[in-house]
């Protein structure tokens, strides 16, 4: 089709009505559940993130009415203990980081100019799965039952059952499922913006949220799976007795504090980086210049990323480290102020040489940026060793942490809703309710929060559900109740603007003048995206690119129709963001909901000790993804197709050009990354013993762990060359290794297991049996996804869905073993020959 055919308004018709056609969402009540388009689905992402963080301020507003008073009798210790975590748990795990995902979800796709992002049933399915998990996990206040060990939970109290409940359990199992829908959005998100930019947006070119988001992303893949790990752990000490955090058994708790801050720091980084990413977005608009220092920002965002994974201990200084360890995490704490400093002032900067527009976004902005360094500064304060061993497990503490997490992540979150509130309904806020709603929520934030340090100073120590009348801290914390009710009224106004909302006429297209892709969205938007994929020359391409908007709409771009029926986008080079092929995207489906909750029911059926319901659940979920997959991947009725501008690209890819398999990649490292902390662990304890493994405590030998390692590599081996036979076109051969592979990976399960087994360990007498154990089981459950994964691809041969051309299943397969040889070298040469070596 020539572009000079987009003159015909009836062609122009029609193509918009295929378009139409083919992204309408499903009718129907239950079916519009279905729906896995990414802007519906982040949508109902945001709502549940949102109203989470609503109960977890009720949550709040109670504790404070708690402390009003000295000697208060309003919740007793035990309430206090629940409220106040869940209220950390829902701010930090069901509030934080799915809102900032949730966000992403919805922006991307039309900041990157592509239809959509790149699995939609993958963010359905992460959907689910955190709806699912926060209602069980909050759910459980009501029925007196919730987790009361704090947020982050420190063994040994939580992990013994005869001093922590049931709460303890849905804490764990409810977070852990959470967590997988966490790390399922960040592989959509990485790949979305690698694989999915428009042709020509070299990464140099991308946005700088689209940036933010990367880097975001690639943070969780590196920080939620250490506390994944320790997960396991908690629960294995919880459920079987195998003593990881037992002292007297070998254990050591504070191998718990390690996993759970090299999480819990870089998380710190994970909610704010995203509200840097949206002053990014609204400050050059409302300056309406290009922002100031775009490669040093970037720079700087990716050393924050990297220097917040080396903070961890900045948590344990009062853990009775060594010195040299307190000097080195002191001064990595302080140096990380020195990137975001230079994000802060990059963004000052751009609004000093602009013309500022004032307007109700940009003032959440610069009020919270001034929220967040009155925190920062605090954190360079509690980065001093000395202070911090005065000040830690007080109030300033608490003061410190809230003046971040509302200046980062809460107040950035509401600038960017009063900004992206038009593009998402097509209607704008109230500017009157919107300024008083941020002056009340200011001057709230620090009547709450500043006289806290002054309490945490005065020796105020922080998780106490009363204090006596002679400590002399009545007036602070009155004031402190006081301020978080105003706080509470400036969020309830936010509410009423929202509500508000539908009544008020629809918005002009792009009502801030922005110059970024997203705002190519009219008031009454279509469901397609973006009416044709652009081509991009410019980081702000509306405001610099002649006609950019017309060309859009009238479809003289990329892909302008949809003549197969079928939903689709372009995916591009990684680097330069040259067009490869057009990708088939999920249509709506009931798959990415029943999955999400049967795997649901194998975490919840587990927190009861329904062991073998929970077995049956996970089956169900193993054949719900098999079915998921088996729709997945398909042979397209024709090679190639035009997208227009004299290009025809293909429409099947695999191996490393494949969305697929870097989605296959990215989770794989997801999972060596948790397993890294099992083997972190391992050693961990091999430096804490003076003797470890124990004396006269049989280890799993050798010889099994070698066996083990021999099959993974041969099967490793003939899943290689199974793919390359398949890529010659010897399909029989291919076959015939695929089914000697999954053999082979099958026979590792029992050789891996055969070592402790044969020679007695008792995981329930020491941590040396427990880990051994513990990495065997892993190790093997890996070796079972493997031959299953084989199996796979044997049967989508058979059945004719995978050919020497059409390999998708074979490269991922591939793939996936390349990680699976990696872990069983490093667990059988740990187990088998570490003790002998030691």
Known sequence: ??????????????????????????????????????????????????????????????????????????TSASTYNQLFTLHGSAMMFLFAVPMFEAVSIILLPQLLGARDLPFPRLSAFGYWSFLLGGVFVLGSIFFDVAPDGGWFMYPPFTTRTDLSGLGADIWMLGLSFIEVSSVAAAVELIVGILKFRPPGMRLNLMPLYAWYILVVAVMILFAFPPLIAGDLLFEMERLLGWPFFDAARGGDPLLWQHLFWIFGHPEVY??????????????????????????????????????????????????????????????????????????????IAT???????????????????????????????????????????????????????????????????????????GKKLSDRLGRTAFWVMFAGANLTFFPMHFSGLLGMPRRVFTYPAELGLAGLNMASTAGAYLFAAGMLIVVIDLCLSPRRAKAKRNPW???????????DSEPWGVRSVPLIETRYPIWDQPDFVRKVDEGRFFLPDAEEGRRETITTTVLDARPLAVVRLGTPSVLPMMTAFALGGVFILTTFHFYWAALVSGVLTLGLVLRWMWTTAEI???????????????LYLSGPQAPGWWAMFITMLADATAFAGLVFGYYFFWTVHPVFPPPNMPGPGITWPMVALALTAASWAATLIAREANRRGAVAVTRLLLALAGVGSLLAIPAGLAGPWLHGLDPTAHSYPAMVWLLAIWTTIHSGVGAIAQFYALARSIAGRATPTHDADIRNTALYHHFMLFTAVVCWCTIGLFPEVA
Request: aromatic share 14%.
């Open 513 to 523: 003048n922005a110059g970024t892709l997203e705002w190519l969205a009219e008031p």
């Open 351 to 425: 609004l000093a040489a602009g013309r500022v527009i004032f307007s109700t976004p940009l003032l959440f902005a610069t009020g919270s940026l001034a929220i967040f360094v009155i925190g920062g500064l605090t954190g360079v304060m509690v980065a001093i060793v000395p202070f911090d061993w005065q000040a830690h497990d007080t109030y300033f503490v608490v003061a410190h942490l809230h003046y971040v997490l509302i200046g980062g992540t809460l107040m950035p979150l509401i600038a960017g809703l009063y900004y992206y509130w038009p593009l998402i309904t």
């Open 1 to 74: 089709m020539s572009l000079h055919d987009q003159d015909d308004p009836e062609l122009r018709r029609a193509q918009e009505e295929r378009l139409r056609a083919v992204w309408a969402p499903p009718r129907g009540l239950f079916l519009r559940w279905t729906d896995t388009n990414n802007n519906a689905v982040g949508v109902w992402y945001t709502l549940t993130a949102f109203c989470f963080m609503l109960f977890a301020g009720v949550l709040a507003l109670i504790m404070r009415t708690q402390l009003a008073m000295p000697e208060s009798t309003i």
């Open 270 to 347: 994970i909610i704010f980086l995203p509200s840097i990413a949206l002053f990014a977005m609204l400050v050059p608009t409302f300056a309406q210049r290009h922002l100031l220092g775009y490669p040093y920002i970037v720079l700087a965002a990716v050393g924050t990323a990297f220097l917040s994974f080396g903070l961890w201990v900045h948590h344990m200084f009062t853990t009775g480290l060594p010195k040299i360890s307190l000097a080195f995490f002191s001064a990595a704490s302080q140096a990380v102020v020195i990137p975001t400093g230079v994000q802060i002032f990059a963004l």
């Open 636 to 650: 397209p009725e024709k090679p190639s197709k035009p997208i227009g501008h004299g290009l025809e690209v293909p």
